[in-house]
């Protein structure tokens, strides 16, 4: 039972919320939320998963208790959510860019805004879902900063207290900021890609490590919830088809 590379995305998603203990996920967008709710199933049963609304729900989507505007601050104001967001563009130190593309007087592109990116930055973990590894999204230096990256933090001080970037999934692999001036590093690798494609989509230089794991392969028992219980209609392959590049 072969896993396809968007399950090797789900499950990437999903062990950003290893050892999470009881906190809120809030995933953003397919891939994210599969990861989560596929790690509520398995290895991380406390986790809280909410309906963006006032409700907090189980895996399946039902009801399990009531999450209010104002407790759902407090969660995010005192570091107990874990965000994972996309981003239109992104920085060696984890600076995320959603609002515009070129000057902001004069952008060439408008996209969402900064939303809530800098306060979520700041306030909680932070993890990212790219799509589509490319040299437009990992820049050399975004263009607006959004969601605040290492370096910005570190200026902060106890401002960024709960500031803190946990791992950037893409199509083409695991990235992290375990290094010591927090740049980005290679994490792991899909299946099928190697760290010179890795290397030739990125905008800047990566860390790499002399050798680079394997994202981690899906049990049987993750495909069997992936593909019969959280996504039996296959949403997942459309969201990252199978060997298409750009």
Request: net charge neutral; aromatic share 6%.
């Amino acid at each position: 039972m072969r896993a396809t590379r968007a399950e090797y995305c789900v499950i990437a998603c999903a062990e950003a919320w290893r050892g999470a203990g009881e906190i809120l996920a809030s995933p953003m967008g397919l891939i994210p939320s599969l990861g989560a709710r596929l790690a509520r199933l398995t290895f991380a049963p406390d986790l809280l998963l909410t309906d963006g609304e006032a409700l907090l729900v189980r895996p399946d989507g039902r009801p399990e208790g009531r999450l209010t505007f104002r407790e759902h601050l407090t969660l995010v104001a005192g570091g107990r959510r874990h965000v994972m967001m996309g981003a239109s563009q992104i920085d060696r130190y984890g600076n995320q860019n959603i609002s515009c593309v070129g000057d902001w007087a004069r952008p060439r592109r408008q996209l969402l805004g900064v939303r809530g990116a800098s306060l979520n930055t700041l306030n909680n973990q932070t993890s990212y879902w790219i799509p589509r590894h490319s040299r437009r999204v990992f820049v050399e230096r975004v263009d607006m900063v959004c969601g605040v990256g290492y370096d910005r933090a570190a200026a902060l001080g106890r401002t960024a207290r709960f500031h803190r970037l946990g791992r950037v999934v893409s199509d083409l692999g695991v990235l992290d900021f375990a290094t010591p001036d927090h740049s980005m590093r290679l994490a792991s690798l899909h299946p099928g890609v190697g760290v010179a494609e890795v290397r030739e989509a990125t905008g800047f230089g990566l860390v790499v490590p002399d050798e680079v794991p394997d994202t981690r392969e899906p049990e049987p028992g993750e495909l069997r919830l992936i593909r019969e219980v959280l996504d039996p209609d296959g949403d997942r392959e459309r969201a990252v088809p199978e060997g298409v590049r750009d």
